[in-house]
């Protein structure tokens, strides 16, 4: 076990100690509306200053907000360029670094202004019917390009009778006859299809580039003489069918045509144009239907031609490329043994890591994270380690260690004992793999007591947690408990092979690697082993029910969001078209036994540990029909359960900062009813 190691801090910067209130002392769940991270960082041209958003909470409304700040690169002059509770994001520099592009929803609906660096003038743009994505500037500053929805209106399958004046009829009927047509987070689909637009700089009305039957979202990329757009779609016949067959294509900015510069099978997607405009690198990978598949980076010529793998010898997955000025090679994010990185790779290969702890999250401590790089080869991103939200950090390829120049939240947490989290390694029962965790210690940790555990499951499956802030396991922490939170095989960022160990078989021995964790986190001596608990939220959720199904080792239990019955989820999730061809080997119909056996409620006849379902009421992920059938099960065997039900909550739960703060006290709630009474006895938040 070793203590991590911090980003290098700015001194200047470090927030001083504060004197410690009585009740203060630790993070509590009210603490939760008084955070604020950093994202979104948009270096200027010329490297000098950063454009980026500051979140924060709005404990009067229970909702997210955002304004756009700037900072010098070396941390001075640190102001808001907007400010209110509207939520103002996505500032993009023009080329000349003479203005600043953002939306912002001040009006009611989200449009686009313009800032003028000089004066500080701002004004709207435009009058956008749908909320713009994808901004990018024009080569010479005159035109944005952006990315919007234009809603279809499909003829209605039956006519009704005419209603009479002054009558109230129900609704109409709503007709679903799209292969896609509920997404989490958004719900029912408006019909319709996201195209590219094109809007003069200084406003006006935006024109339609793109037409068709299929969407075209991400950030488009200029030619240098501004006469295409390079962008990836995915605009074959059987797109619903094969969501990841993605291609690259150029688009006439002049009249839509549209021609295709790559042809495989899989996502070709994040196209990055080279200062001269001679090469395109983008992201993807030959698609064999596994999974979990690295995503490398490629490189080909502007037509086409040429392409080739530059990160081939490179077992990580690349992420947000972007050119050196120098067209030398390219700048981009990573992340391995469950850390966030900035790379440098060379167009022959050679990859240099640049900085360190990467990230962006708030509640549970997933990877993440954002990047930016000007012409002068400075580069700004976000940073979360595990003692704070995402604060701005800023570096150069040319030299010295990367820095943090903001602390968002001194104020804060400075005077506060958060829970301290170390890196911890060990090998698994099943085939002696090295499996890595983090423990997170209470505040004012003994190791001469015995303190209960939370077994704490990223989901996913194929994702990461790392040394990375997260208020979830704080709020464990400050209550008392011991917590683990691990990377079993199937996580990302150990490379293809150790993710793919769970290809079609999920759950599966990612158990043996987390019970072989609990043992050894009792060897260490300061873990209660009949206070052991387990939680997990997605893929966290499908493990946990899995869990009490194949040992009783565990006290309680609370299954978050979890998978159930993998016949009926196939059938239900909102992407439905990608789980059944990925994470099986057939239909449902075809494989049931496959269906089965890897489903948790095939093992509920075992289970003897008191378990909660918690689930969001508008989960179009995992419905609410897996929580139930579990928690039904375990009612109908007598076994102690409870379903707990987040109102106007999809997939994410803690969408709200009160849900994150609900989530959280029904899980240690439930965990609380089932403590002894021996060792250090956790204490509610």
């Known amino acids: 076990m070793k203590p991590r190691n911090c980003l290098v801090l700015a001194l200047t910067l470090l927030t001083p100690s504060l004197a410690v209130a009585d009740g203060d002392a630790h993070f509590e769940p009210i603490d939760v509306f008084e955070l604020e991270w950093a994202a ?87 009058n956008l019917t749908s909320g713009p ?86 950030t488009p990329e200029w030619t240098p003489d501004g006469k295409h757009l390079i962008i990836s779609a995915n605009r074959h016949d059987e797109w619903e069918y094969e969501p990841l ?57 502007r037509d086409g031609s040429g392409s080739r793998v530059v990160t081939g010898d490179f077992d990580r997955s690349v992420q947000d490329p972007q050119w050196s000025a120098d067209g030398e090679g390219l700048f981009f994010r990573y992340n391995t043994e469950g850390n966030g990185k900035v790379g440098y790779v060379s167009l022959a290969g050679k990859v240099e890591t640049l900085a360190d702890d990467v990230g962006d999250s708030i509640g549970r401590p997933y990877s993440g994270g954002w990047l930016s790089v000007s012409d002068s080869g400075r580069f700004a991103f976000t940073t979360a380690p595990p003692e704070r939200p995402a604060d701005l950090a800023v570096g150069s390829r040319s030299g010295g260690a990367a820095t943090r120049i903001t602390d968002l939240n001194g104020d804060l947490l400075a005077h506060k004992e958060l829970a301290e989290v170390e890196e911890i390694w060990w090998e698994s029962s099943h085939d002696g793999r090295r499996i890595q965790g983090w423990i997170a210690k209470p505040p004012g940790f003994d190791p001469g007591q015995k303190y209960p555990l939370v077994l704490e499951i990223h989901g996913g499956p194929f994702a990461n947690y790392g040394d990375r802030f997260s208020s979830e396991v704080q709020l464990f922490a400050a209550a008392g408990y011991v917590v683990l939170y691990a990377n079993p095989r199937g996580s990302t960022s150990y490379g293809q092979e150790f993710g793919n160990l769970i290809h079609h078989n999920y759950p599966g021995q990612d158990f043996d690697d987390l019970m072989s964790g609990i043992d050894a986190m009792i060897a260490e001596g300061y873990v209660d082993e009949d206070q052991l608990f387990v939680t997990g939220g997605s893929g966290g959720g499908v493990l946990t029910a899995w869990i009490v199904g194949h040992t009783d080792r565990f006290a309680a239990a609370v299954s978050a969001k979890p998978v159930i019955n993998w016949y009926s989820f196939v059938l239900t999730a909102d992407f439905y078209a990608f789980f059944y061809k990925y994470w099986f080997s057939g239909f449902p119909w075809d494989v049931p036994e496959e269906y089965l056996q890897r489903s948790p409620l095939h093992h509920v006849g075992k289970v003897t540990t008191p378990t909660m379902l918690l689930t969001g009421e508008v989960d179009y992920r995992t419905p609410m029909s897996e929580s139930e059938q579990f928690y039904q099960a375990l009612k109908l065997r007598k076994i102690d359960t409870a379903l707990v039900r987040i109102p106007d909550a999809s997939h994410g739960i803690a969408r709200r900062p009160s849900q994150l703060i609900a989530k959280v006290a029904h899980v240690l709630a439930w965990f609380e009813r089932y403590q002894t009474d021996d060792g250090a006895t956790p204490e509610a938040p």
């Open 40 to 126: 979104d960082p948009q270096i200027s041209p010329d490297g000098s200053r950063i454009a980026y958003v500051r979140n924060f909470f709005d404990v009067m409304t229970d909702s997210r907000r955002a304004n756009i700040w700037i900072v010098d690169f070396d941390g001075s002059s640190h102001r808001p360029l907007t400010s209110g509770n509207n939520n103002n994001t996505s500032p993009r520099w023009s080329p000349s670094g003479d203005r600043l592009l953002y939306v912002s929803n001040e009006e009611g609906s989200a449009q686009l202004h313009m800032r003028w660096m000089d004066s500080g003038q701002t004004a709207k743009i435009t």
């Open 133 to 218: 994505g994808g901004l990018a500037w024009s080569p010479n500053g005159q035109w944005i390009a952006l990315s919007m929805h234009v809603p279809s209106r499909p003829e209605p399958m039956a006519e009704m009778p005419p209603r009479p004046d002054g009558a109230e009829w129900a609704d109409p009927p709503r007709v679903i006859e799209n292969l896609v047509y509920r997404a989490d987070g958004a719900g029912y689909l408006e019909p319709g299809y996201s195209h590219l637009f094109v809007v003069p700089a200084e406003g006006g009305s935006p024109r339609q580039i793109t037409s068709g039957d299929f969407d075209h979202d991400g």
């Open 245 to 301: 067959d993605s291609e690259i294509y150029e688009v006439s900015v002049r009249d839509g045509a549209m021609r295709a510069l790559t042809d495989r099978r899989g996502p070709d997607n994040a196209p990055a144009l080279s200062p001269d405009g001679g090469k395109i690198a983008y992201l993807g990978f030959d698609d064999h239907r596994q999974g979990y598949t690295v995503t490398r980076l490629y490189v080909m010529n």
